[in-house]
């Protein structure tokens, strides 16, 4: 199993940023997947998850509720987490992950400066 995000960098405070992780080495249509953040000095937290297949029931952390937009995109084997109204504290290196695998690819790094 490979995940491999990207589209992480320096963005200003209320601006937007879309992340993407390419999947491959595994069925990903069938899995349900997610993106989970960790600040400095902080532990790693979830920020949005997506089911299976059409990926019709996500599930978002309050702190980024009406801000962020998690998608998937099977024929692609790509998921996707647009962010906008980007905060100072959304800044953390940014993991997508499945969801039934205990395994975390490399992250991106999303910064905000206020």
């Known amino acids: 199993v490979q995940l491999q995000a990207s589209g992480g960098g320096l963005v200003q405070a209320g601006g937007s940023l879309r992340l993407s992780c390419a999947v491959s080495?595994?069925?990903?249509?069938?899995?349900?997947a997610g993106w989970y953040r960790q600040a400095p000095g902080k532990q790693r937290e979830m920020v949005a998850t997506?089911?299976?297949?059409?990926?019709?029931?996500?599930n978002y952390a309050d702190f980024v509720k009406d801000r962020f937009t998690i998608s998937r995109d099977n024929a692609k084997n790509m998921l996707y987490l647009e962010m906008d109204s980007l905060k100072s504290d959304d800044t953390a290196v940014y993991y997508c992950?499945?969801?039934?695998?205990?395994?975390w690819g490399q992250g991106t790094l999303v910064t905000v400066s206020s």
């Open positions: 992950k499945l969801l039934r695998w205990d395994f």
């Open positions: 080495g595994v069925f990903f249509s069938i899995n349900p």
């Open positions: 997506v089911s299976s297949g059409g990926g019709g029931t996500t």
